[in-house]
């Protein structure tokens, strides 16, 4: 079983790491997770009473971290409070530093020296000493703690208040930034509706969102949301549907029409009848993605976790030899050298790419969901850089998958309205997009009553009993595997059998979307590899690759033939090479879960599609692959970035310090400073670029 507690004042990245080391220990945990970038921690539980999972869970937090609360629930506050003891005591630190400056030398001078230093760092001197006791010991507490005593041990008083006024400085700036990062997603994502107006009878009144059921009849006035997923019975309206699809060009809405939750209504007053619990909504299983997503880390976040659990005792070993080897062994001067080995000590801890790091790749997926694209992890936007093919699945995806009846062909004795109105019985009770046309294109009211015997022939097409007469309506392919002779084909459509005699066919056609060739050209610009599998005939399939600069094209695919061509396309790839399918239907469902990342569309895709996916686009645009693509290489440049920042000034500094080039101050520049600006970086990409269109989501 799993579940979710938020960490509430969780603000350093290196306790998070720790939490989550200590989280697996516990007895009935099977595994923890902490994800740093939301405060949260996920446990897999076998079944124990939560309460005690609970609250062995807050006993480890509090020994590794005394401020952080373990919650059912998250914090409600929006702005980080400033005003606490711990703040006041470092302002105490400050004005006592400042006030020794002006002190002549002596003891009171090195008493406020003294006094600054303990006031500053009261609290990071104690929690070395806790950690120590939990066996957690190379952290930044114990790097500054000992660095810090180690300077008034050889009576270098002003440079020990100064090196922890300034990394306490440094941290409380890092917490501003890290909590700004947070409130920067959790805007992003606060879209959902709270209060829905009910009608009963003449009366409206107001209720939860959660207690709206299936059926209710909801007033939505003009500048409200949406509650739930539902169908206008009245009224005529323009919509912003930008919170969930990216696009900030109004809808026009009216009666009849579907309309999901979250969406702003902008001019009229609608009356909409639900049709999904909140639970089940559009907006709802947006919210879920988007704040789940970062629990799925990216392989360069796990590497940095595990090597920077190597990487700082490795560096006080070293720190600890140059303390040693020269004094005993060269002739060093004892001080100069323990001196050299404080500022090693402090420069080697990793806040700075344990913090930009996760944060970089959260700022990743809040722009994708500006563009409304949603990532369901980071691992997947790292994947999405990494891929080198891109696969289409035709209909739906790169076509509209709104198809029309061009004309009905028919052989003696049936005439084509009869082939019609026979192919509209059998397809009305199917959902697919050629099964909606042709009903549509009937244009009469199907008694449904009147059809026995429904068999859905996945791939194929449907086999019903109607009017005591069987009725085969499917490919040329399911004609001739029930022993029924073609007289002709068509190039595109479907083939309707009666009694086990051909009756004819019916042509249908179906355009490419709007910005498919757009976004086939934008990915072989970047490089990519653009392939497309349909089920429909090779003339067909040739027909839409030629208009939309597709050469690759493998046609006349069932479901499991698909599956089968991703995997050749797998196969042929380097160890690497990462394979995209982008997909929108229920046969879709096993290519995307066997692509490397798999790319649903969600507006209109179907709902076993987008569970499926790791990627969805709520634009059902096919561009939206180029726009995550593009987002997804933002992210790892900085992510990069921010990794060659960390490590570049750290080697610099310590290269320094071990040649007696460097003081405390450089070190902590090198350990605090550094953490700040690849915090700043990873803001970056959460900001939006100039040229995007401002979105809600």
Request: aromatic share 6%; hydrophobic share 50%.
């Amino acid at each position: 079983m799993r579940v979710i507690y938020h960490l509430a004042g969780l603000d350093c990245a290196n306790c998070a790491a720790k939490i989550e080391t200590a989280a697996n220990q516990l007895k009935d945990v099977e595994n923890a997770r902490v994800d740093f970038s939301s405060s949260r921690i996920f446990l897999e539980i076998n079944g124990a009473d939560q309460r005690l999972v609970k609250a062995a869970l807050q006993e480890v937090v509090t020994s590794l971290e005394p401020g952080v609360v373990v919650s059912d629930h998250k914090p409600t506050k929006e702005k980080p409070v400033l005003l606490t003891m711990r703040n006041l005591a470092f302002a105490g630190g400050i004005l006592s530093f400042i006030i020794a400056l002006f002190v002549p030398q002596g003891l009171g001078r090195n008493g406020l020296f003294i006094l600054a230093y303990f006031l500053a760092g009261y609290e990071v001197i104690g929690q070395a000493f806790r950690n120590i006791k939990q066996g957690q010991v190379f952290d930044e507490n114990f790097l500054m703690t000992i660095a810090t005593l180690g300077a008034l041990i050889i009576r270098e008083f002003p440079e020990a208040a100064s090196v922890m006024i300034f990394y306490r400085t440094g941290e409380f700036l890092q917490g501003l930034a890290v909590d700004h990062s947070r409130r920067s997603i959790s805007a992003l994502i606060a879209i959902r509706p709270e209060i829905a107006h009910l009608k009963q009878g003449e009366k409206i009144v107001d209720v939860t969102v959660e207690n709206v059921n299936i059926g209710d009849v909801l007033v939505v006035h003009p500048g409200e949301r949406i509650p739930v997923d539902g169908t206008i019975l009245e009224g005529f309206s323009s919509l912003d549907t930008s919170a969930l699809t990216g696009e900030s060009i109004p809808q026009t809405v009216q009666a009849g029409q579907e309309v999901l939750a979250g969406c702003i209504n902008l001019n009229g007053l609608l009356t909409i009848q639900a049709q999904k619990l909140a639970a089940d909504s559009a907006v709802s299983r947006i919210l879920d993605l988007v704040e789940n997503a970062t629990a799925h880390k990216a392989p360069t976040e796990d590497f940095i976790t595990s090597f920077a659990q190597y990487y700082t005792p490795a560096v006080v070993g070293i720190a600890l030899l140059i303390a040693v080897i020269p004094p005993l062994f060269f002739g060093g001067v004892f001080n100069d050298w323990f001196y050299r080995a404080l500022v090693f000590l402090v420069i080697s801890c990793p806040c700075a790419l344990v913090v930009s790091i996760p944060l970089g790749f959260f700022g990743g997926i809040g722009s994708a969901s500006r563009h409304g694209v949603l990532v369901k992890g980071s691992n997947y936007l790292q994947a999405l850089h990494e891929a080198d093919t891109v696969i289409f699945d035709k209909t739906g995806t790169l076509t509209s998958g709104r198809f029309t009846v061009q004309k009905v062909e028919a052989v003696a004795p049936y005439l084509p309205d009869a082939v019609l109105r026979a192919a509209a019985y059998a397809e009305s009770f199917s959902s697919h997009p050629i099964a909606r046309s042709i009903v549509q294109a009937y244009g009469h009211t199907v008694e449904q009553t009147e059809v026995q015997e429904v068999e859905e022939l996945a791939g194929f097409g449907v086999k019903v009993s109607w009017q005591n007469q069987t009725i085969l309506v499917g490919s040329k392919l399911l004609l001739e595997r029930n022993g029924i002779k073609v007289e002709h084909a068509v190039q595109a459509g479907v083939y309707v059998a009666i009694d086990g005699v051909y009756a004819g066919a019916i042509v249908l056609s179906d355009r490419p979307k709007k910005g498919a060739a757009k976004a086939v050209k934008a990915l072989q610009e970047m490089g990519k590899e653009v392939i497309m599998l349909t089920g429909d005939n090779a003339a067909v399939a040739e027909q839409v690759g030629q208009e939309l600069g597709i050469t690759q094209i493998r046609s006349e695919l069932l479901p499991h033939q698909k599956v089968d061509e991703l995997q050749k396309v797998i196969e042929a790839l380097d160890a690497k090479g990462k394979v995209v399918f982008v997909g929108d239907g229920i046969n879709d469902a096993p290519a995307l879960a066997r692509a490397h990342v798999g790319v649903a569309m969600g507006a209109l895709g179907s709902e076993a599609a987008i569970e499926t996916a790791d990627v969805v686009l709520m634009t059902d645009d096919p561009h939206g692959v180029v726009e995550a693509m593009s987002i997804a290489r933002r992210t790892n440049r900085i992510v990069w970035q921010n990794i060659a920042l960390a490590f570049g000034v750290k080697l610099i500094v310590l290269a320094l310090g071990a040649l007696g080039l460097a003081t405390l101050w450089e070190a902590v520049f090198a350990d605090v400073g550094v953490t700040i600006l690849a915090v700043l970086n990873s803001l970056r990409i959460i900001t939006p670029q100039r040229t995007a269109s401002k979105r809600i989501l």
